[in-house]
């Protein structure tokens, strides 16, 4: 029985020759020699250790507050300290805040105020199932779990899987007018959402598996009637307190099965929560990276919670964390436009292998083809020419290449944090990610050069 229980509080916690797929497009310029130079970035061989590393991650964060715990366990092994959401202005050093599914990182190495910024951001949240306030359903025979769609899911994905639980639980802390947080998770495959039998449901591969999200998601977790207070008793087990001492949770399913590279020649990478885990995973190597040395920048890293399902919230990108964080300790107002620069970094649209046809024909995406700049001239992407020339020339500079995304003028075009946070802070700010398929899927699908290439394109320009 694995039951890991985490307190919330600090410290405890060969085959694709990496071609550019626009090289040689008008309006795409791009150095084709930064393909020939791939072993530049690709610092440990094939890129595989960054994408094992990227699969630890992963499995280590089933949760936002786990991702952010994660991210603080790296951060702290790297010499950084966290300091108190409300503290006073920091002194130079190494440090960072967090909040809930929300991360601030920076390193002040004691440069001048006029020392332009460099941000990696991206987001801690996954589309997923989460448990309802009063969870426990009986259902012919079943015990279930009442559950909410949390972002864009593709609800399929979910059916036939084992599924743990993880979140955070807040309980009674003695006579304390708050309660205390207490991560937790369970990779026990717990539940499951047994898919309908194809005898019982004739026609569906004709007309496509259709669900209702009220009555077919809930997760079977045993056999009997309805039990009310049953989830409410493992949440006190998870937490380790008496049931009377839960007070409230904020708790969402996983699939249990752990990540891995796939493919013959390990090609690929299988995960969950890839969007948009890889992007935080590859923001805190490159900011411990930079740490290391005395950059003309002021490196900073900021993951958001909640931007799957808008980011209007205190932990989102639309909420006040990093703005204040930024005028609190890095002294913003002061700070250069010029050379300040963004990096909302997020998954991106690989041309999928059936339906090529869904992307722009002129703008091709392949997996392990590099990172990916993501443009939508109704600024649902925030990327400007002016931004993406500060990140062709770091690419070039790193030897990493680059593609484009567009989407076709008869598709809609997803978002992201991109023009959000360049409206809250005023900084300029380009959208980019590392391309996969099956994006939104329990399970979701990308090459496994790519970390390794996104990493060092961070690296580059959070230290030049
Ligand atoms: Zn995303």
């Known amino acids: 029985m694995v039951v890991v229980s985490t307190p919330d509080v600090p410290a405890e916690v060969s085959h694709d020759p990496w071609t550019d797929q626009n090289s040689g497009m008008a309006g795409s310029p791009q150095d084709r020699s930064s393909a020939q130079r791939s072993g530049d970035i690709d610092r440990n061989g094939s890129g595989r250790e960054t994408a094992r590393d990227l699969c630890a991650y992963v499995d280590a964060s089933p949760s936002p507050y786990h991702a952010v715990a994660e991210t603080a366990r790296r951060l702290i092994s790297a010499g950084f300290t966290e300091v108190d959401l409300d503290a006073p202005v920091t002194p130079p050093g190494r440090h960072f805040l967090r909040s809930g599914g929300a991360l601030i990182a920076w390193v002040d190495d004691e440069q001048p105020a006029n020392v332009p910024l460099r941000i990696v951001g991206a987001h ?11 969870p426990d359903r009986g259902d012919h025979g079943f015990q279930r779990v009442g559950v909410e769609v949390y972002g864009g899911v593709l609800l399929n994905s979910w059916l036939d899987r084992e599924l743990g639980l993880s979140g955070r639980v807040v309980v009674r802390d ?3 007018l708050a309660g205390r947080t207490v991560l937790v998770r369970d990779d026990r495959p717990l539940a499951r959402i047994p898919q309908l039998a194809v005898h019982l449901d004739p026609g569906v591969n004709e007309k496509g598996l259709v669900l209702d999200p009220q009555d077919d998601l809930a997760p079977v977790t045993g056999l009997g009637d309805q039990d009310s207070g049953a989830f409410q008793r493992s949440m006190a087990t998870l937490a380790g307190v008496d049931v009377d ?5 904020d708790i969402m399913f996983h699939d249990v099965a752990p990540s891995c590279l796939t493919g013959p020649d390990e090609e690929f990478v ?5 969007d948009d885990l890889l992007s935080c995973h590859a923001g805190t190597e490159a900011l411990i990276e930079a740490a290391e040395g005395k950059g003309p920048c002021l490196p900073v890293l900021a993951l958001f919670d ?3 399902v808008g980011s209007e919230t205190a932990t989102g990108a639309a909420g006040p964390l990093l703005h204040r964080t930024l005028r609190r300790h890095l002294g913003l107002s002061d700070r250069p436009l010029e050379g300040s620069l ?12 059936s ?7 002129e703008h091709p995406v392949r997996l392990n083809g590099g990172p990916v700049l993501k443009a939508n001239a109704r600024a649902r992407y925030a990327t400007d020419a002016p931004g993406v020339a500060l990140v062709r020339l770091a690419a070039e500079r790193a030897g990493v290449p680059l593609q484009t995304f567009v989407s076709r003028n008869d598709m809609p075009c997803g978002s992201t944090i991109g023009p959000i946070t360049a409206a809250r802070t005023g900084l300029r700010t380009v ?4 391309a996969q398929l099956a994006m939104h899927s329990a399970r979701e699908f990308c090459g496994s050069r790519d970390p390794a290439a996104l990493h060092g394109l961070l690296s580059e320009l959070l230290s030049s």
């Open 270 to 274: 299988s995960a969950p929560r890839l």
């Open 342 to 353: 963004v990096l909302s970094v997020d998954g991106a649209h690989g041309t999928h292998p």
């Open 124 to 134: 801690t949240d996954s589309p997923n199932l989460r448990v309802k306030p009063r």
């Open 355 to 361: 339906r090529g046809h869904r992307h722009d024909p």
């Open 306 to 308: 909640h931007e799957e």
């Open 174 to 176: 003695g006579g304390a």
């Open 245 to 249: 001492d839960v007070l409230a949770w």
């Open 431 to 434: 959208d980019l990610g590392v």
